[in-house]
């Protein structure tokens, strides 16, 4: 072979960084059974319980009845159903935008959108934690990239007094994905309301979860278009179900629908899938005990791990890390939890950076308070590990 590919894989394995899949024989819910035992399941994003709602796999099989499986085409040939342009049509009205646009997953909604709205001689601002897809289109757009201090708006705003180029976008994961904190976005709005830079906020773990109706950060800041002129989420995650969206001003789908290379050259989603969004929206617009059940797994782990003397972090959101530091122990930590019937991943670099690699525990309203118990006891036990 040309190039040592297996010299690259076994480095991995030497330095803890070798990744391997689990392949489930099961949907995901409180436990997923994987290679014959069924495990407790704390890694999934469903945070809700949505995936495998039976009124969102009904909505799933009857649109698939009338529509088939594959859409057929991209959305400009001929492959925009009825059900993508309902489904359009009321993310818009979720997230009080005037129009929202589907797209086919979060990783090409973010590298579209960022490569449209930005290109040679513009700025990009990026928050240092963000997105591995946020920081590939940054990068891909050739603006000139520039990252800040996490959730740090001084740190924004010094890059942003030094920037002297016409078009600046700001760009920040809403809560974000390995640490759970969210981004404080009323400082970041305003900046970018003072240097005349746009902000767009990457919302895959705020729908569905944040908010009183699901809506995100923005509707937990109560942020309008005007502060907030591009809102990006991912329905895979909160909703259970799958693909992306962006909503906004009018002019921004227009122009999106007309230059987003990963929105015009795909083929457009299953149709049944948007159906199957379409309940889960629905579902999750009226999911307050949903999120009331979530809370309360969030706040009684907190307490009781918290008295574990493990290390959280700052996060009140269903993302819930314990920090473990080398990529040896988080392997330990997981494969113990793992013997114990617990499944959680193990998040080490380039997710993270170099030494935080940790437990990534993620909660959702299909658990029940048993479950975190089992989790923290079997926690308690690993305590007693190696260093
Ligand atoms: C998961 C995720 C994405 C990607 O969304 P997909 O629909 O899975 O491609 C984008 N941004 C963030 C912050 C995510 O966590």
Redesign the pocket.
């Known amino acids: 072979m040309p190039f040592d590919l297996a010299a690259v894989i076994a480095q991995k394995k030497a330095d803890g960084l070798y990744r391997h899949r689990r392949t489930l024989a099961s949907g995901q819910g409180a436990t997923v059974r994987v290679d014959g035992h069924d495990l407790l399941n704390f890694c999934s994003?469903d945070y809700l319980g949505l995936a495998t709602h039976p009124e969102v796999i009904a909505a799933f099989r009857q649109a698939a009845s009338t529509y088939g499986v594959g859409s057929g085409a991209s959305h400009l040939v001929c492959g925009h159903s009825a059900e993508h342009e309902a489904l359009e049509i009321e993310l818009a009205a979720f997230t009080g935008r005037e129009r929202a646009l589907l797209f086919s997953?979060?990783?090409?909604a973010?590298t579209g959108i960022v490569q449209a709205l930005v290109g040679r001689g513009d700025a990009i601002f990026e928050d240092r934690l963000n997105?591995a897809?946020?920081i590939d289109g940054g990068l891909a757009s050739g603006a000139k990239f520039q990252r800040y201090r996490h959730n740090d708006a001084e740190s924004l705003g010094a890059l942003l007094d030094r920037s002297s180029a016409d078009r600046k976008l700001i760009v920040t994961?809403g809560v974000f994905?390995m640490d759970g904190d969210v981004a404080p976005l009323p400082a970041l709005a305003q900046l970018a309301q003072q240097h005349g830079a746009w902000l767009m906020v990457?919302d895959?773990?705020g729908i569905g979860v944040l908010g009183a109706h699901g809506a995100g950060v923005a509707e937990h800041f109560a942020l309008d278009a005007k502060a907030l002129p591009v809102l990006m989420g991912?329905l895979?995650?909160g909703a259970g179900s799958f693909?992306?969206f962006v909503a906004g001003d009018d002019v921004l789908i227009d122009y999106l629908i007309n230059t987003a290379r990963s929105y015009i050259y795909t083929t457009a989603l299953p149709p049944a899938v948007a159906a199957a969004s379409r309940t889960s929206l629905k579902l999750m617009q009226n999911g307050q005990h949903l999120r009331e059940r979530l809370r309360g797994h969030i706040h009684y782990f907190r307490e009781q791990a918290t008295g574990l003397g493990l290390q959280l972090m700052d996060s009140t959101t269903p993302i819930q890390p314990v920090l473990l530091g080398s990529n040896e122990r988080a392997l330990t930590w997981s494969a113990a939890l793992e013997q114990r019937g617990i499944l959680v991943g193990a998040i080490r670099p380039p997710t993270v950076p170099v030494g935080q690699a940790r437990l990534r525990i993620t909660f959702s309203a299909a658990h029940e308070r048993d479950d975190v118990d089992r989790l923290l006891q079997a926690l308690a036990d690993c305590r007693g590990l190696p260093a």
């Open positions: 994003n997953t979060g990783y090409m973010n997105h897809s946020l994961d994905s990457d895959a773990h991912t895979g995650k693909g992306a």
